[in-house]
């Protein structure tokens, strides 16, 4: 049974960084892409970033790239992301997904593609 758990999420002044984390407590992710979304307050759930099973080649949403970096530890079965020069607009609930029909190199960034989902962890950038 795959089951995201996201940790990590807090409130840090624009510039500062913060990295969130994402175990599947089922242990059963290894196989699949992974993959962060973000949704504001009243705005749609938004693509950040994703990473197949290989942990490579990682793909990400225009909003963050250069500043964020997804990784991935199959042992832990977990993914990280990392989050530099975070800017107000980041503030965001951020979630973690998996996609079991994802099992190749190339990840998806459509939501509609990941089943499971975790409860989420809010990041909070004030200027």
């Known amino acids: 049974q795959v089951q995201p758990v996201e940790s990590g999420g807090g409130s840090v002044q624009a510039g500062g960084s913060l990295t969130l984390s994402c175990t599947d407590s089922?242990?059963?992710?290894?196989?699949?892409?992974m993959a962060w979304f973000r949704q504001p307050p009243g705005k749609a759930r938004e693509f950040v970033a994703a990473i197949n099973k290989y942990g490579i080649e990682p793909d990400y949403g225009d909003p963050v790239k250069g500043r964020f970096t997804i990784t991935r530890d199959n042992a832990e079965s977990s993914i990280y992301l990392q989050m530099r020069s975070l800017k107000p607009e980041d503030s965001a609930m951020y979630y973690c997904a998996v996609d079991p029909s994802g099992s190749g190199a190339v990840c998806s960034e459509g939501a509609s593609w990941y089943t499971f989902w975790g409860q989420g962890t809010q990041v909070t950038v004030s200027s």
């Open positions: 089922g242990y059963a992710s290894s196989s699949f892409c």
